[in-house]
């Protein structure tokens, strides 16, 4: 069993940086990737981020590229996200989650909700104008 307790977002004014932690405990040895979607009102949950477990390979929802960052902190055991340049259509429920099992097909399908085994709670990030 793994459990996820994102954290962090809250109210930014357009144009500011946040940043959303994501803990992750459990059995996390066996990990293999964690990702970052949001849900904005009226809107399906969309992917935003991609990181394996090791902290190598991350990509990220191409509109998103060079204004949100991925990381993992391994002591910590939290994969967190940077988000800079915020604008109000960043508005959204942001989530975490992981994914177990090694995947050869990561590249394709790890942007889709079906990829991964748990998911937190999710944290609302309301950007103002």
């Known amino acids: 069993q793994v459990r996820l307790v994102e954290s962090g977002g809250g109210l930014v004014q357009a144009g500011g940086s946040t940043r959303l932690s994501c803990a992750v405990s459990?059995?996390?040895?066996?990990?293999?990737?964690a990702g970052w979607f949001r849900r904005a009102p009226g809107k399906e949950r969309e992917f935003v981020a991609f990181?394996?477990?090791?902290?190598?390979?991350?990509f990220y929802e191409d509109s998103l590229e060079g204004r949100f960052a991925v990381s993992k902190d391994n002591a910590k055991n939290t994969v967190d996200l940077l988000m800079n340049m915020l604008k109000p259509e960043d508005t959204a429920v942001y989530y975490c989650?992981?994914?177990?099992?090694?995947?050869?097909?990561?590249?394709?399908?790890?942007?889709?909700?079906?990829?991964?085994?748990?998911w937190g709670q999710g944290t609302q990030v309301t950007v103002s104008s």
């Open positions: 459990g059995h996390t040895d066996s990990l293999f990737a």
């Open positions: 989650a992981v994914r177990l099992e090694g995947s050869t097909k990561w590249a394709t399908q790890s942007r889709t909700v079906d990829f991964y085994d748990y």
């Open positions: 990181i394996f477990w090791n902290g190598g390979t991350r």
